[in-house]
């Protein structure tokens, strides 16, 4: 999964301290950061979205948020939406997997 999330903001000994940042998901997240120009390109290179959207003196992120599906050589093979109904997600990732 790759998501642009409110974790960047508390700031890069958070994100990279080893701990799961989706621990209630099921893990295998890891939580990378960096300058935000580098953010953008990395974003922009998955066709991902991201900002700030203002709330009560503080802010969420408006994201894209999704499983990225790969192929085994390494193209990209799809997305499947985080809301998706398995029967679309599980023929997507098959395809994915041939």
């Known amino acids: 999964?790759?998501?642009?999330?409110?974790?960047?903001?508390?700031?890069?000994?958070?994100?990279?301290?080893?701990?799961?940042?989706?621990?209630?998901?099921?893990?295998?997240?890891?939580?990378?950061?960096?300058?935000?120009?580098?953010?953008?390109?990395?974003?922009?290179?998955?066709?991902?979205?991201?900002?700030?959207m203002p709330r009560d003196g503080d802010y969420t992120m408006n994201h894209t948020a999704g499983v990225f599906l790969f192929r085994a050589d390494g193209r990209f093979g799809g997305i499947v939406d985080y809301h998706e109904d398995r029967r679309f997600a599980l023929p997507k990732i098959r395809r994915t997997l041939e």
């Open 1 to 52: 999964m790759s998501t642009c999330c409110p974790c960047v903001r508390r700031g890069r000994s958070a994100t990279t301290s080893g701990s799961d940042p989706w621990p209630r998901r099921g893990g295998g997240g890891t939580g990378l950061t960096g300058p935000l120009p580098e953010i953008e390109r990395a974003a922009a290179g998955f066709r991902a979205t991201f900002e700030k």
